[in-house]
């Protein structure tokens, strides 16, 4: 069974949600974990909130999400391609047709 003649149409509240999903769970990421102590996104947004010197850490994170959106979109789009293709094609077979 083959899907290339098939036009995969985009569920964006499914790619939304898995893009979302990758965004938490990359917030959790510390990129240097060999580092004392070291840091996450959700770590740097708790210091944010809780400190009284704020504009250094304003352009961090800014910078940080920017950094960690970009590869949740582009990677949850791709998973969402792959989910919406492999329940099309379950529906398919599910019908019986080709």
Partial sequence: MTLCK??????????????????????????SPDTKGGFTYWLLWS???HSQHRAP???????????????AVAIGWVL????VAA????????EGGS
């Fill in 57 to 71: 850490l304003i352009g961090i994170l800014i910078f940080w999400t920017g950094g960690l959106a970009i590869p």
């Fill in 80 to 83: 969402q391609v792959l989910l």
């Fill in 6 to 31: 098939t036009a995969l149409k985009t569920n964006r509240t499914l790619w939304l949600s898995v893009a979302a999903l990758l965004f938490v769970a990359f917030g959790f990421w510390n990129p």
């Fill in 87 to 94: 329940i099309k094609l379950s529906r398919r077979e599910a």
């Fill in 47 to 49: 210091e944010c909130l």
